[in-house]
């Protein structure tokens, strides 16, 4: 996998037939590429595969020039592309849905339980000697069974997540999106909620939409102060949608009882930050699609996108711009 690819196309001039050749200049270092290679690399080019770590903004799109047709970014997320800037500029872009669906909403449920059943805590415990005997109430936390699970953005992750909590007797699902799904939320028996009443209401939120400007620090001050004090809050969407700083001040004041997350702003997370001091926080380094297959699909499916573009074929997963 290449962490960032310009692809220079040329036409075979000693074949009869039509067939194309790409000339890859490839960033091999799994860590990110520095913003000056970047500007130097990208001059000239046709494509660029980009990954999520990587900003491809008017800066960097103004370095490329009027050759760029094609960008493929190897996430199912855009917030780290300029969007109109490239929709105004003409230029095509692949993107990675569905592909990566059910091994983040398998990270979902995992964080979800790890966070609720306090997992790190207990592993501490029996690590530094804090497990003496067994107590009645000792390390106590929430189950699923005959809870309410609200969900922000019911997509296809946000079904994902819904299809595999069920089974553990889930009494009740609530969600909350710019629409009502009546479809998809018809499996679920999953009912369209205002967000405050789906604060209120859920023993656990699991936040699961997309990073918009509506959706930036959708969960704040206000919304925490909604939920329940023995709710726990998961969020495997962008760090963005949260007010950092709000949802420590909820854990530290117990306004709700533990959170789980995957994504933070900035990432990575800085060390020192105060989330990381509190115990009824799970933090996670961004794992939601980091399986093996997943992450070998998203890849193919990136480069194809980046080839079909260049060729100016349908690509397999084309962001509508």
Request: aromatic residues 8%; glycine residues 8%; hydrophobic residues 40%.
């Given at each position: 996998?290449?962490?960032?690819?310009?692809?220079?196309?040329?036409?075979?001039?000693?074949?009869?037939?039509?067939?194309?050749?790409?000339?890859?200049?490839?960033?091999?270092?799994?860590?990110?590429?520095?913003?000056?290679?970047?500007?130097?690399?990208?001059?000239?080019?046709?494509?660029?595969?980009?990954?999520?770590?990587?900003?491809?903004?008017?800066?960097?799109?103004?370095?490329?020039?009027?050759?760029?047709?094609?960008?493929?970014?190897?996430?199912?997320?855009?917030?780290?592309?300029?969007?109109d800037e490239i929709k105004?500029?003409?230029?095509?872009?692949?993107?990675?849905?569905?592909?990566?669906?059910?091994?983040?909403?398998?990270?979902?449920?995992?964080?979800?339980?790890?966070?609720?059943?306090?997992?790190?805590?207990?592993?501490?415990?029996?690590?530094n000697g804090g497990w003496?005997?067994?107590?009645?109430?000792?390390?106590?936390?929430?189950?699923?069974?005959?809870?309410?699970?609200?969900?922000?953005?019911?997509?296809?992750?946000?079904?994902?997540?819904?299809?595999?909590?069920?089974?553990?007797?889930?009494?009740?699902?609530?969600?909350?999106?710019?629409?009502?799904?009546?479809?998809?939320?018809?499996?679920?028996?999953?009912?369209?909620?205002?967000?405050?009443?789906?604060?209120?209401?859920?023993?656990?939120?699991?936040?699961?939409?997309?990073?918009?400007?509506?959706?930036?620090?959708?969960?704040?001050?206000?919304?925490?102060?909604?939920?329940?004090?023995?709710?726990?809050?998961?969020?495997?969407?962008?760090?963005?949608?949260?007010?950092?700083?709000?949802?420590?001040?909820?854990?530290?004041?117990?306004?709700?009882?533990?959170?789980?997350?995957?994504?933070?702003?900035?990432?990575?997370?800085?060390?020192?930050?105060?989330?990381?001091?509190?115990?009824?926080?799970?933090?996670?380094?961004?794992?939601?699609?980091?399986?093996?297959?997943?992450?070998?699909?998203?890849?193919?499916?990136?480069?194809?996108?980046?080839?079909?573009?260049?060729?100016?074929?349908?690509?397999?997963?084309?962001?509508?711009?």
């Amino acid at each position: 996998m290449f962490s960032v690819g310009f692809m220079h196309q040329a036409r075979s001039l000693e074949l009869p037939c039509l067939c194309w050749l790409f000339k890859l200049e490839q960033w091999d270092s799994d860590e990110p590429i520095s913003r000056e290679d970047l500007l130097k690399g990208v001059a000239g080019a046709h494509g660029i595969l980009c990954l999520l770590s990587d900003k491809i903004d008017k800066e960097v799109l103004d370095a490329a020039g009027s050759n760029l047709k094609v960008i493929s970014t190897l996430s199912v997320g855009v917030d780290h592309l300029a969007v109109d800037e490239i929709k105004k500029r003409g230029i095509r872009l692949g993107y990675t849905p569905d592909v990566l669906t059910d091994a983040t909403a398998e990270l979902a449920v995992a964080l979800l339980l790890t966070t609720s059943r306090r997992l790190p805590e207990g592993i501490q415990e029996a690590k530094n000697g804090g497990w003496i005997s067994w107590k009645p109430l000792w390390m106590c936390g929430y189950q699923l069974l005959n809870s309410t699970v609200g969900i922000i953005g019911l997509g296809r992750i946000g079904q994902a997540i819904a299809r595999r909590l069920k089974p553990f007797g889930v009494q009740k699902f609530l969600y909350t999106g710019r629409r009502p799904r009546a479809k998809e939320a018809a499996e679920f028996q999953a009912v369209f909620v205002p967000l405050e009443q789906l604060a209120a209401q859920s023993d656990f939120v699991v936040v699961s939409c997309a990073l918009t400007p509506e959706t930036q620090e959708l969960c704040n001050k206000n919304f925490f102060q909604k939920m329940k004090k023995t709710a726990v809050f998961v969020n495997v969407s962008r760090g963005d949608v949260v007010n950092q700083e709000d949802l420590y001040q909820a854990l530290t004041n117990g306004q709700i009882t533990a959170a789980g997350l995957d994504v933070t702003s900035p990432e990575p997370l800085p060390t020192n930050h105060p989330l990381f001091s509190l115990k009824n926080c799970v933090i996670l380094p961004h794992m939601g699609s980091a399986t093996y297959g997943t992450r070998n699909t998203m890849s193919v499916l990136a480069v194809n996108n980046l080839l079909a573009g260049l060729k100016g074929e349908p690509m397999p997963s084309e962001f509508k711009l």
